[in-house]
């Protein structure tokens, strides 16, 4: 069963910094596209940062030039790294992947979700 393990949530003041993790667990072919969302109280999850398997990032406006997404391929995991944070970046974030798995007959890809991770930032 492959599931996404978010880990890095927690409290900062403003101006701080603050790194997630999410790691893909379970037996997996290939991991395609991975990104990050937010959600505050009240509001739609949001896009906040993506990445291809080629490499390419895309990020909100909101948080260009603050937050980074990486990912290491051979752990399987994606990494948000988010500095100079400001109190509108508290939400849920959840960590998002498109996974392919294979059995010896067939394969089969779908979007999976993390179980989310609060952030908190302090004015």
């Known amino acids: 069963q492959v599931q996404l393990v978010e880990s890095g949530g927690g409290l900062v003041q403003a101006g701080g910094s603050l790194r997630l993790s999410c790691a893909v667990v379970g037996s997996i072919f290939s991991i395609n596209d991975m990104g990050w969302y937010r959600q505050a109280p009240g509001n739609q999850r949001e896009l906040v940062a993506g990445l291809t398997s080629g490499g390419s990032t895309n990020y909100a406006d909101s948080v260009k030039g603050r937050f980074t997404i990486s990912r290491d391929n051979a752990k399987n995991t994606v990494y948000l790294q988010m500095n100079s944070l400001k109190p509108e970046d508290t939400a849920v974030y959840y960590c998002?992947?498109?996974?392919?798995?294979?059995?010896?007959?067939?394969?089969?890809?779908?979007?999976?979700w993390g179980q989310g991770t609060q952030v908190t930032v302090s004015s």
């Open positions: 998002n992947a498109f996974i392919t798995t294979k059995s010896t007959s067939a394969s089969w890809s779908r979007r999976y």
